[in-house]
């Protein structure tokens, strides 16, 4: 019949999660008051789903054999999956006279098997194969902006023209997202397996001289994987392109 069908895994376990959070804040000359953090978040039990009638042989060419022949795909819920996130914290902030600043910088890493909700499994013979950054992990981040009101004065009738004055800036500066370089070959259910990193080019990624929109990553160091196997190329291994941006403003408070 080959049919679909779905199930609960009946030893499944409540999802939760662990953060924790040390800062240290000191206010230092011109006014200015700087703070270190560190965050963490540990996640345990966490959904997923897995194909549990799959090809005896432990290949990726379900169709062939399926442990019950009868049937499709059992995508069952479970609660295997974990991740981990860590980050160092960087804030400083000053509010003075007509002049305020605040610029933050994060260091993190997100680490998941599938950032999904319930995650995803690739490999179901391998369920922890995936682990590996998250695909919400951005490295890097910066935000900064200024706030200053200008000092301009005068009284009369141009006291309400040139008071009141303001300048804006924000400063956005963060690395791409991770992603995975996936094969054509296709298993026997449709789905698509990763592709393989040929030795001897590392992990595959371009120095930032070479690299451009239209090729952000070496191509040639990826290859179809033989039938029947998952590919050695991680997953989220190589990261995207990042963003920079600066917004401007000026107006007038009446």
């Known amino acids: ?24 804040e000191q ?25 549990i009638n799959t090809n005896l042989s432990g290949t990726p060419l379900f169709g062939t054999s399926r442990q019950y022949a009868t049937l499709g795909s059992i995508s069952q819920v479970e609660t295997q999956q974990v991740s981990n996130y860590n980050a160092l914290q960087i804030t400083a902030e000053r509010r003075a006279r007509n002049l305020s600043l605040l610029a933050s910088y994060t260091y ?3 680490l998941d098997e599938s ?10 013979y391998n369920i922890h194969a995936d682990y590996g950054n998250s695909d919400v992990n951005i ?18 009738k141009l006291k309400r023209a040139v008071e009141g004055w303001q300048l804006n800036t924000i400063l956005n500066y963060f690395d791409g997202f991770p992603f995975a370089v996936s094969s054509s070959s ?27 929109l239209s090729q952000w990553f070496n191509t040639a160091a990826f ?27 000026f107006f007038k408070n009446t």
């Open 139 to 156: 490295p890097n981040r910066f935000v900064g902006s200024a706030n200053y009101q200008l000092p301009f004065k005068a009284s009369g």
């Open 186 to 212: 296709l298993t026997s259910d449709g789905a698509s397996v990763r592709a393989n990193l040929t030795s001897g080019n590392g992990n595959g990624s371009l120095s930032s001289n070479q690299r451009k």
């Open 27 to 51: 206010e230092i000359p011109f006014s200015t008051v700087l703070k270190f953090a560190y965050v963490g978040t540990r996640g345990v039990h966490l959904d997923d789903v897995r194909d």
């Open 115 to 124: 950032t999904g909700t319930p995650g995803s499994v690739l490999n179901p």
């Open 223 to 249: 290859t179809n994987p033989a039938p029947g196997t998952w590919g050695n190329s991680g997953r989220n291994f190589l990261q995207g392109p990042g963003t920079k941006t600066v917004d401007f403003s």
């Open 108 to 110: 993190s890493h997100a």
């Open 1 to 24: 019949l080959n049919t679909p069908v779905y199930s609960q895994d009946p030893n499944a376990k409540t999802p939760y999660s662990i953060q924790w959070h040390a800062a240290v």
